[in-house]
T-cell receptor
Framework: EPEVTQTPSHQVTQMGQEVILRCVPI?????FYWYRQILGQKVEFLVS????????KSEIFDDQFSVERPDGSNFTLKIRSTKLEDSAMYFC??????????????FGEGSRLTVL | GENVEQHPSTLSVQEGDSAVIKCTYS??????FPWYKQELGKGPQLIIDIRSNVGEKKDQRIAVTLNKTAKHFSLHITETQPEDSAVYFC???????????FGSGTQLTVLP
């Protein structure tokens, strides 16, 4: 069964360092997402990406964050200068549906980011 | 924006009993209501969803009901098994937008 894969599974970084989290969405999907989950809290939307551009982003997704689809398969989340409060599990997701109807999201297993 | 409230936060049931988790949402334009199961150390996995044109949907031991007037939807798990133990999240889209707002989660424990 096709799945969303994420790397690394766990990254530890120093405050102020840049981090890139990588995702390979399911191959025929059209929409890509990043969500995050701070330990013990709810899953929060960060950004959605369609047709090589950001389609929506939340208040959390400030200028420190960026996303990119550098080739036909990878989808990356970059945090330019990490803060302690960026420590969380970051989930990539993809969806097969086009148009405006919300469709099923397939999540990866997550990348745990620890900022020291 | 959308506000999703979920309760209870924890739920313990005996194996074989039923479990019910409830969510309310605020945006009357929301039209899609998924439920996700998250096992320890893993990503959320969709277990069932319902669209606003139906009131109930079943898939084996799992069912979801939707009351659009009251703006609430519920997950029902019958004949619970220990492997049903996990955190369950409800979600609703922010209006017609594609982003999901998640509830705060319910830790379900099925006691053998």
């Amino acid at each position: 069964e096709p799945e969303v894969t994420q790397t690394p599974s766990h990254q530890v970084t120093q405050m102020g360092q840049e981090v890139i989290l990588r995702c390979v969405p399911i191959s025929n999907h059209l929409y890509f997402y990043w969500y995050r989950q701070i330990l013990g809290q709810k899953v929060e939307f960060l950004v959605s990406f369609y047709n090589n551009e950001i389609s929506e982003k939340s208040e959390i997704f400030d200028d420190q964050f960026s996303v990119e689809r550098p080739d036909g398969s990878n989808f990356t989340l970059k945090i330019r200068s990490t803060k302690l409060e960026d420590s969380a599990m970051y989930f990539c997701a993809s969806s097969p549906r086009a148009g405006t109807t919300t469709g099923e999201l397939f999540f990866g297993e997550g990348s745990r980011l620890t900022v020291l | 924006g959308e506000n999703v409230e979920q309760h209870p936060s924890t739920l313990s049931v005996q194996e074989g009993d039923s479990a019910v988790i409830k969510c309310t949402y605020s945006d009357s334009a929301s039209n899609y209501f998924p439920w996700y199961k998250q096992e320890l150390g893993k990503g959320p996995q969709l277990i069932i969803d319902i669209r606003s044109n139906v009131g109930e949907k079943k898939d084996q031991r799992i069912a979801v009901t939707l009351n659009k007037t009251a703006k609430h939807f519920s997950l029902h798990i019958t004949e619970t098994q220990p492997e049903d133990s996990a955190v369950y999240f409800c979600a609703a889209p922010k209006g017609s937008a594609r982003q999901l707002t998640f509830g705060s989660g319910t830790q379900l424990t099925v006691l053998p």
